[in-house]
């Protein structure tokens, strides 16, 4: 199933990718695992952090600020 495209902003700034300058994007979260918890199988435990996959080259930016907002794109 495809995820919607979406656009987002942090604080009223709009973001755009860092490489193309597209500014569509699919969104997942992303597990942040580290070496020490998944030696110990707590990987569960790790951070995470909100991935948006630029549509245009497929960059992937990672973003651990809770206050991103995404809009859905209708195009």
């Not at 495809?2 to 997942?28: H, M, N, P, S, Y």
Request: hydrophobic share 45%; glycine share 8%.
């Amino acid at each position: 199933m495809a995820r919607k495209r979406v656009r987002a902003a942090i604080g009223g700034v709009w973001i755009t990718c860092q490489v193309c300058r597209g500014d569509l994007f699919r969104e997942r979260d992303v597990m942040l695992n580290s070496v020490g918890l998944e030696f110990f199988k707590m990987a569960w435990a790790d951070e995470t952090a909100r991935g948006l996959i630029c549509q245009r080259c497929g960059y992937v930016h990672l973003f651990v600020n809770k206050t991103i907002k995404l809009y859905r794109a209708d195009k």
